[in-house]
Structures are given as C-alpha cells and as structure tokens.
C-alpha cells in the first residue's frame, strides 16, 4: 500500500493543487486568453507609430517618451501624432514642438488634426512633415494669455486684508488681493509679448511663412480647417484614414503593421468602463467625472 502511495503521490498531489488553487488557475486561464496573440500579426513588430495628444498640455512626460522610444527604434519607420487639444502651459508645448522637431530628421511624421489644434497644441505640431485636418476641426488661436482675478472687492465684504514683505519692485507681480498696478501690468505684457514673437516666429520658421504678416495667421484667431489652410497653418484636409495613408506613404512600408493599444489597459479600461455603467445603473445620483 505504501509502494502505491509513493507511485501515485505525484498524480496525487496535482489533483490536490488543482481543487485549492482553482479559481487561482482559472483566474490565470482568463488573463492568458485575454491577452494571448490573437494572430499572427499580433507577434510581428510594428513598424509605424500612432501617438495621441488629447485634453490640455500639462505633463507630457508619457508623450515625451513615446516620442523617444519612436525615435530609437529603428524597426519604426514613420509616426502618426494625433491632436485633440485646447492648448496649455508654454513649457510643456515646446518640449513637445522640439521633440517633433528631432523626431523629423530620422522619420516622417505627420499630424493629424481630429478635433481642436490651437495654442499650445498647435505648437506642438509646427515641424511635422504635414499637418492634415479633420474637415470640422478648429485650428489656430497662436498667441498667449495671463490672467488672474482681483479678489480685493470680495475681501473686503468679509473682512480680510493682506499683509505683505517684499524685496523687489515688482514682487507682488499677478497676486489677486487687488488690482494690478500700471508697471506691473507693463512688465507682465513685456514676457507675454515676448512669448508670443517666440510662437509666431517658430511658427512662421515651420511652416514657411512670412513673419512680417504675422497678424494674417497669428493673433489668436481661431480657423475652420478650410481656413487654416489658406492661411498655410495646414497642408491638407481629410480625416483619420487620410493621414494613415500619408504616413504610410512617406514611411515607404511595403505592408503597414501599426502599434495596438497595451492589452491591459485596454483591459482596464473595460473594466472601469462597465463599473461606471453599473454604478450609474444602481445609484443614477452618482456623477462621475
């Protein structure tokens, strides 16, 4: 008998490992399917990137990155940058602007404008091989903004006041417990407007255009697509299949294999997707923003 046991004790203690770790098992069963290769195509190298640039600009270190790693990688021979932006912080957009601009001396890159590409966003795009853009999109608004409220009003109602040291004339520069002096206005329009020649002369440099007629293109307007492209902000119009096909073109890839969003987030996206649903379903008082 115990001869037996020693000669079934393997088999024994699989079955055994299979009754307590099931749900762990299955568990993993799920996640392999999930994430398996669905094809063959799945387990070849891409070699064309699509990089998306949506909602305001604040940190781009993820984009940056996806940037850089287009770049080094020899097996990736032309980028699709995908723009939905509003704008955002000056840094940022020209880190994203200089970045582009390396990018395009080892491999086309071409922007495709979904939605809005304006300030910040707009930036950003300037030294790709071609911009193309959504017939609806809104383009442009290449100028620069600072503003701040004057709480001084309000303060007073409920009875607070401001105690300051400074050294240093203009200090105080922007603060919001009363409205800003002359000078102080001046030296805030002095870095303004010198941001702004900064934008519009990248831009002019870009794009090819004449800087003296700044005011045709710059000062903030905002264009139609159609628009923007008389004014020279844009090379073509078309949407999203267009400017695949540009990348592709320029790229010179006998077959196209692009890069597929990450399984797991995907995955996680789903999932956080279907408990919105049903949270909203259970409790529809819930907002989730």
Request: aromatic share 10%; net charge positive.
């Amino acid at each position: 008998m115990e001869l037996l046991k020693k000669i079934f004790s393997p088999i024994t203690w699989s079955i055994k490992l299979i009754q307590n770790n099931f749900k762990a098992m299955l568990f993993i069963l799920i996640l392999f399917l999930i994430f398996a290769p669905q094809s063959e195509e799945d387990l070849r190298p891409n070699n064309l990137v699509q990089i998306n640039l949506f909602g305001p600009i604040m940190d781009v270190t993820e984009i940056l990155e996806q940037i850089e790693n287009a770049a080094s990688n020899t097996d990736i021979k032309g980028v699709l940058l995908v723009v939905d932006s509003p704008g955002g912080a000056v840094p940022p957009s020209i880190e994203l602007a200089y970045a582009i601009k390396r990018l395009k001396e080892s491999k086309p890159v071409v922007v495709y404008a979904k939605g809005t590409i304006a300030s910040g966003s707009y930036y950003a795009s300037i030294w790709a091989n071609e911009i193309i853009a959504n017939p609806g999109s809104m383009v442009g608004s290449i100028g620069v903004i600072m503003q701040g409220a004057d709480l001084s009003g309000i303060m007073q109602k409920i009875g607070i006041k401001t105690q300051v040291v400074k050294a240093g004339k203009y200090k105080q520069l922007g603060t919001t417990d009363r409205e800003w002096k002359e000078f102080e206005i001046n030296e805030l329009n002095k870095v303004i407007q010198g941001t702004y020649d900064m934008f519009s002369k990248d831009v002019a440099d870009a794009r090819g255009l004449d800087f003296s007629k700044r005011d045709r293109y710059a000062n903030a307007h905002i264009f139609t697509a159609l628009q923007a492209k008389e004014v020279g902000l844009v090379d073509t119009l078309g949407v999203a299949y267009d400017a695949k096909k540009r990348v592709i073109e320029l790229s010179k890839v006998k077959e196209a294999i692009w890069n597929k969003e990450d399984k797991f987030d995907k995955f996680i996206k789903k999932l956080s997707a279907t408990t919105a649903i049903t949270l909203y379903t259970y409790f529809p008082n819930i907002t989730m923003k």
